[in-house]
């Protein structure tokens, strides 16, 4: 099979911490010098390099994502990441919130790099240490009785789902086990939410067209309005409901914070149902918000939150967390997963956590984003595309009065990558949490100039 080499990067590399040279074998994409070339030279390769990575991806891997052709990216740090031909971006979506600690975090990496080399992965049948630390450090510091770990937020939503069924057959008095009886099984969800795109969790989310080519979806399922208590109560039904899922921000939805009300709301309407309140927490959680978690900027507690995007920093993870009453009617042999909690994502995870719970580290992200909101009002003031600047921390939406696609594009061009939300029309930005005053600055410049020339483009 044919080695895939990026071109010479146009631009050198900032100083870094040292690490151990990573293996170079016939698979791998590599950043290095494929030949010593004039910057004209580079430049060619470098288009040919893309359009033949953009080629080889068309023809082997599944086409279910909408990229753009002109970017292959090679290398990042810090807040910023680098095509084939050395052109630099500043990253405003960190992989959609996951790399809260940016690209190249040498904290990450010699934790990672260390785990590597003692033991990777064991299944579920077997303790680890790394495993049982970072479900201590999850415990300690939220909510929480127990974890539950798996591989992705939408994995995360669909145990969650699966706890808050047994748990309101258990607390029904029947069987569990018993096919014919009934119990609670409704779930209910909002508008504009995001749960996930596995058949479970999409049942709960809110747009119909990620669901529509695969119905039928899990039934009892129940929409009521995003926001609005009095929606909310006509859903949540003694009898009835078993869960109540909500973000307590949502990201995908449109960068859309729940008012405290609402969620204290819910809690209230919860408890007196006999339902379980479900926060996912897997694009606001983990310091996003300037709290280690969402739900502290309400003051209300859930029963189970899902957790993923920023948790293992880049690694595929994802955790229930629950309390000690939803954990008790969970048996052996209930659910599970080969690849949870392996010793090599837990031990990433668990220094991750430690950067981000430290105060000073969270006082620091509600800074940036309250730099990050003012600056973009002040920057896009009398725009009339601009409807609203809203969010909570570094979970920032720019509400146009138009879809935002263009935008996108045309920021990209100028070296800021941003991605949209809501119904399209919503500029979302998430960037890593480690993202500077200075580089906060510059997206707000650049994207102002962009909004200005929107009806042009």
């Known amino acids: 099979m044919q080695q895939l080499r990026a071109p010479k990067q146009l631009g050198a590399a900032r100083a870094r911490p040292a690490r151990p040279a990573p293996p170079r074998g016939p698979l791998r994409v590599r950043a290095a010098a494929a030949v010593e070339s004039s910057p004209t030279s580079a430049t060619q390769d470098a288009a040919s390099f893309t359009s033949h990575v953009v080629g080889e991806e068309a023809k082997y891997v599944l086409q279910t994502y909408a990229r753009p052709a002109d970017v292959v990216f090679v290398r990042g740090e810090g807040a910023k990441l ?62 929480a009785d127990k974890v539950f770990f798996c591989n992705s937020g939408t994995e995360a939503n669909e145990a969650a789902i699966k706890f808050a069924r047994k748990y309101a057959r258990v607390h029904a008095g029947i069987d569990p086990y018993d096919p014919h009886a009934t119990a609670p099984h409704e779930i209910v969800s909002f508008t504009n939410c995001f749960h996930g795109r596995t058949m479970g969790a999409l049942a709960l989310t809110y747009k119909e067209q990620y669901k529509s080519p695969f119905l039928p979806v899990m039934p009892g399922h129940v929409l009521a309005e995003y926001n609005n208590l009095e929606s909310a109560a006509a859903a949540i039904k003694k009898g009835s409901t078993a869960a109540v899922f909500v973000e307590p921000v949502q990201g995908e939805g449109g960068c859309t914070p729940s008012q405290v009300a609402f969620l204290s709301g819910l809690r209230s309407l919860c408890d007196e149902a006999g339902a379980l309140l479900v926060f996912d927490e897997v694009q606001c959680g983990l310091g996003r918000t300037g709290k280690l978690w969402g739900y502290e900027n309400y003051g209300v507690e859930p029963d189970v939150m899902s957790l993923a995007k920023p948790l293992a920093g880049g690694l595929p993870i994802g955790a229930v967390l629950l309390k000690q009453a939803v954990a008790d009617v969970m048996k052996p042999g209930d659910h599970g997963s080969t690849f949870a909690g392996n010793p090599l994502v837990c031990a990433t995870a668990t220094a991750v956590v430690d950067v981000i719970s430290d105060p000073a580290f969270l006082a620091s992200v509600e800074a940036k984003g309250e730099r990050l909101r003012a600056g973009l009002r002040a920057a896009t003031a009398g725009n009339p595309h601009v409807l609203e600047v809203r969010g909570v921390g570094l979970l920032v939406g720019v509400q146009l009065d138009v879809m935002a696609g263009k935008v996108v594009e045309a920021a990209r061009a100028e070296g800021l990558l941003i991605i949209t939300a809501g119904k399209g029309d919503v500029v979302r930005l998430v960037p890593p949490l480690v993202i500077s005053d200075e580089e906060i600055d510059h997206c707000c410049r650049v994207l102002a100039g962009v909004l200005a020339r929107l009806d042009s483009l």
């Open 82 to 143: 680098y095509d084939a031909g050395g052109k630099e971006y500043l990253d405003m979506a960190a992989g959609i919130a996951v790399n809260a600690l940016g690209h190249g975090d040498a904290r990450w990496y010699e934790a990672l790099s260390r785990q590597a080399g003692i033991l990777s992965h064991t299944s579920n049948l077997f303790h680890t240490v790394p495993q049982v630390e970072l479900a201590k450090r999850l415990v300690e510091k939220s909510f």
